[in-house]
C-alpha cells in the first residue's frame, strides 16, 4: 500500500509534483486510511454473529479463501490477508473515481482536474502494485524453498490453519530446505531442460544446450511478465471508464451553455448515459479488483509449488 503512494508521487513531470499529481498523491493516501480506519472499526465489532462492516470483511475474506484453497490446499488460507488488502485498495480506488468530486484549474497546463481521483486511473499507481504483487509471490516462493515448513496442515475447532509439526523425516515440506532449497528455486529457471536431458539419446543430448539457454529466457520472462499484465490491465479498464465519463460531462457542459430546448433535451439524455457509464464503472472495479487478487494467488500457488511432479 506504501508503495503505491510512493510510486503515485513519482509520477510528477518535470521539476515538481503539479495538482494533478498530489491529487493522486493524497487520493491514495485517503484509500489507505479509508482500509485502515474500516478495519479497525470492523475489528471493534467482532462478535459471535458477524454484523456490520466485520460480516463484510468476513465475507470477502471466505470467498478470497474458498479460491486460494482451489488453488493451494488449506496452506491457501495463509495468504489471504495478502490478496484482500490488494482487493480492498483497489476497489476503494476504482469506486472513489464514481463520485463527482469538485474540479480546479491548472493554471500550468490549463487542464481541470478533480480533486480527488481515482488512484488507478495513473499507471504509476498501478505499475507499483504489479511491483508489489510481483515481488510478494518470488519472495513467498523463495521462502517456501529456503524454509520449509515440517508438517502437514490440519483445520482447527474454529476453522483455524494450524501445523502439525513432525521430525526431520518428514517429508510433507515437498523441498529440501535450506541452500538446497534455495539451489532448487534458482533451478527452476531452466526446468525442463534436465528432464529433456535425461530421455535424450546419444549425440541429440546436445540439443539440450540451446534449449537451456531458450527455457532459462522464458522462465525468467515468465516470473515478471505479470508486471505488464497486472498493471496495463488495471489501468487500461479503469483509465477507460473515467475517459468515457469524463467527455460525457464535458459535452453535457457545453450544451448546458447553449440554452436552447434541444440541447436540454439532450443533456438529459447524456446524463442518462453517465449514470449508466458510472453503473458499469462500478461493475467494472469491481471485477479488476477480483481479477486482480485472484491472478495473485494464483501466482502465489505457482511459486510455492515445490513438488516437482
Known amino acids: 500500500?506504501?508503495?503505491?503512494?510512493?510510486?503515485?508521487?513519482?509520477?510528477?513531470?518535470?521539476?515538481?509534483?503539479?495538482?494533478?499529481?498530489?491529487?493522486?498523491?493524497?487520493?491514495?493516501?485517503?484509500?489507505?486510511?479509508?482500509?485502515?480506519?474500516?478495519?479497525?472499526?470492523?475489528?471493534?465489532?467482532?462478535?459471535?454473529?458477524?454484523?456490520?462492516?466485520?460480516?463484510?470483511?468476513?465475507?470477502?475474506f471466505d470467498w478470497l479463501e474458498s479460491i486460494a484453497f482451489s488453488f493451494m490446499g488449506k496452506e491457501g488460507r495463509n495468504y489471504v490477508p495478502l490478496a484482500t488488502s490488494f482487493f480492498l485498495y483497489i476497489l476503494i480506488s476504482n469506486w472513489m473515481g464514481l463520485i463527482p468530486w469538485p474540479v480546479w484549474h491548472d493554471k500550468a497546463s490549463h487542464q481541470e482536474y478533480s480533486i480527488f481521483e481515482s488512484p488507478t486511473i495513473s499507471i504509476s499507481t498501478t505499475l507499483a502494485l504489479a511491483v508489489l504483487a510481483v515481488l510478494a509471490f518470488n519472495l513467498l516462493g523463495l521462502r517456501k524453498f529456503i524454509f520449509p515448513e515440517r508438517g502437514h496442515y490440519q483445520l482447527d475447532k474454529d476453522g483455524h490453519t494450524q501445523i502439525h509439526h513432525h521430525g526431520e523425516q518428514d517429508h510433507h515440506s515437498g523441498g529440501p530446505g535450506g541452500f538446497g532449497g534455495l539451489v532448487a528455486w534458482i533451478?527452476?529457471?531452466?526446468?525442463?531442460?534436465?528432464?529433456i536431458f535425461r530421455d535424450l539419446v546419444g549425440p541429440l543430448k546436445i540439443m539440450a544446450f540451446p534449449l537451456f539457454?531458450?527455457?532459462?529466457?522464458?522462465?525468467?520472462?515468465?516470473?515478471?511478465?505479470?508486471?505488464?499484465?497486472?498493471?496495463?490491465?488495471?489501468?487500461?479498464?479503469?483509465?477507460?471508464?473515467?475517459?468515457?465519463?469524463a467527455s460525457l460531462v464535458d459535452i453535457m457542459e457545453q450544451l448546458v451553455h447553449q440554452g436552447d430546448l434541444f440541447s436540454w433535451v439532450l443533456t438529459l439524455v447524456l446524463f442518462g448515459a453517465t449514470c449508466f457509464v458510472a453503473v458499469l464503472g462500478a461493475l467494472a472495479g469491481f471485477l479488476q479488483a477480483m481479477i486482480f487478487s485472484v491472478l495473485l494467488l494464483s501466482y502465489i500457488g505457482h511459486a510455492i509449488h515445490t513438488d516437482d511432479h
Request: aromatic share 8%; charged share 10%.
Open 213 to 245: 539457454f531458450l527455457f532459462l529466457l522464458l522462465n525468467v520472462v515468465d516470473r515478471f511478465l505479470p508486471l505488464v499484465s497486472l498493471s496495463l490491465r488495471l489501468y487500461g479498464n479503469i483509465s477507460a471508464k473515467h475517459t468515457v465519463k
Open 1 to 60: 500500500m506504501l508503495g503505491s503512494l510512493i510510486f503515485a508521487s513519482a509520477a510528477a513531470h518535470g521539476a515538481g509534483l503539479g495538482l494533478h499529481e498530489w491529487s493522486l498523491v493524497w487520493s491514495s493516501a485517503i484509500v489507505i486510511g479509508i482500509v485502515l480506519t474500516t478495519a479497525l472499526v470492523a475489528r471493534t465489532q467482532a462478535g459471535l454473529v458477524p454484523k456490520g462492516l466485520v460480516a463484510i470483511y468476513e465475507h470477502i
Open 187 to 195: 533451478a527452476r529457471l531452466w526446468e525442463p531442460v534436465p528432464m
